[in-house]
């Protein structure tokens, strides 16, 4: 009975046509409806088809033949990236195994124990541009112009807020409200946390400048931020602006008045934001709350603050 057992609950790969059966599932469908945040499922299936792409799999079956060798050859191609992006793209690759491991589409793992970055190995690397970098990229778009009015509140919504590109994206129109009599912005940060941010004064005058000339001001329950050539939206889910869209427009700004720093991007306004904030007197830990982090440590990477001598620990100690 015990070897009838065994037999029994051992694991038996698919068959050909049981597994070709599969073919829509694993890299579109099951394997992505079990990753909760819209964002993580969109990095994962860019890193899974990338990691298909260099191995030229055109067809699901084919991932049977993935060895350890095969992986370590696709991570040296991306070993150049940041840690951080590193990270991912090797965990979206075996998170993907794993689904198959358990589905019996595969009996192994090949991602499992391939060396990844480690954790913190690219802390600090997100460049934050200088007080006068940060004027400049306000003042660029012309707001004579209903783009330039958008654009204008979106970078101002980045540099005196500092979220990230997905939060600024799922804003809207009824996210900007009083809260106490202050105007606030309700950002959706990770893992469906909620910020309320108190909104700065500059970022209200450019949005409600925007939202008067675009017309939907009244559309609480619609995008903040919308394409100018389809400016309608259902509950804040059509019409909007991607975070996508969001990164080439704060680059076309970035490159128009002459940012040219390695590795800027929009979440480099968040890095700005950050460190501005500190340098003029704001709370390490009230930044940390502030920017949605999940650990102090990662707010004191934007801590560029020179420490005084004179506040120096050593002269607190008395015996």
């Known amino acids: 009975m015990a070897t009838h057992s065994a037999l029994a609950t051992a694991p038996v790969a698919l068959t050909a046509e049981q597994f070709q059966g599969l073919a829509a599932v694993p890299p579109e469908v099951e394997w992505f409806a079990n990753l909760t945040n819209p964002n993580t499922r969109r990095a994962y299936r860019s890193d899974v088809r990338g990691f298909m792409g260099f191995l030229g799999i055109a067809a699901p079956e084919e991932l049977r033949k993935v060895g350890r060798s095969h992986v370590l050859a696709w991570r040296k191609t991306i070993a150049h990236q940041a840690p951080a992006t590193v990270r991912r793209k090797i965990a979206a690759v075996s998170s993907l195994f794993e689904y198959l491991c358990d589905r019996n589409a595969v009996m192994h793992n090949p991602v499992a124990g391939v060396q990844r970055p480690k954790e913190g190995a690219n802390q600090g690397k997100t460049p934050a541009i200088s007080d006068r970098q940060a004027r400049a ?15 204008r509140a979106i970078l101002a919504v980045f540099l005196f807020h500092g979220p990230r590109r997905a939060e600024v994206a799922a804003l809207l129109v009824g996210y900007l409200a009083d809260r106490r009599g202050i105007a606030h912005l309700e950002f959706r940060g990770k893992g469906g946390k909620i910020r309320f941010l108190p909104a700065h004064p500059v970022a209200v005058a450019a949005i409600n400048e925007y939202l008067v000339a675009a017309g939907h001001g009244a559309d ?65 830990a009230a930044v940390s709350e502030w920017l949605g982090h999940a650990s102090i440590s990662t707010t004191r990477l934007y801590d560029k603050r020179v420490v005084k001598v004179e506040n120096s620990p050593t002269y607190r100690v008395s015996y």
């Not at 990229?137 to 958008?150: D, E, F, I, S, Y």
């Not at 996508?244 to 700005?272: E, N």
């Open 137 to 151: 990229l306000l003042a660029a778009p012309l707001t004579a112009t209903l783009v330039g009015k958008r654009d």
């Open 220 to 284: 609480k329950n619609g995008a903040m931020f919308r394409p100018l050539r389809n400016r309608t939206s259902a509950a804040g889910t059509s019409g909007a602006l991607t975070a996508d869209s969001l990164w080439r427009i704060v680059m076309r700004y970035a490159d128009q008045v002459g940012i040219d720093v390695a590795g800027f991007g929009p979440h480099s306004l968040r890095a700005t934001a950050g460190t501005n904030a500190l340098e003029h007197g704001a709370d390490l």
